[in-house]
């Protein structure tokens, strides 16, 4: 019904930045509210930052001021610009969209941030 496929992760110095998309397809109208988490080794699941139908967005209290989700509707798609990167910021990311009362997950992507 719903896929969400994570792209833009890789490998980046401590200070540096990366941007990582969010591609939904299916059966689905209109996006629904979305959000980035993470996971690092060893630790749960994370909220990074979420964004509503209408464009509110809330932040993690460790990324405010460095990350940016935004929405495209017309592509249906989800992004995190991610800024001055630091090493505890390494961890798989992924896409989440809560639709139709059921919450669906991309296969997530890898970040690391190098010292």
């Known amino acids: 019904q719903v896929q969400l496929v994570e792209s833009g992760g890789g490998l980046v110095q401590a200070g540096g930045s990366l941007r990582l998309s969010c591609a939904a397809s299916?059966?689905?109208?209109?996006?629904?509210?979305m959000g980035w988490y993470r996971q690092a080794a060893g630790n749960q699941r994370e909220l990074v930052a979420s964004?509503?139908?209408?464009?509110?967005?809330n932040y993690a209290d460790s990324v405010k001021g460095r990350f940016t989700i935004s929405r495209d509707d017309a592509k249906s798609t989800i992004s995190l610009q991610m800024n001055s990167l630091k090493p505890e910021d390494t961890a798989v990311y992924y896409c989440?969209?809560?639709?139709?009362?059921?919450?669906?997950w991309g296969q997530g992507t890898q970040v690391t941030v190098s010292s």
């Open positions: 989440k969209m809560s639709k139709m009362s059921r919450d669906y």
């Open positions: 964004i509503t139908t209408f464009g509110t967005t």
């Open positions: 299916g059966s689905f109208f209109s996006i629904g509210p």
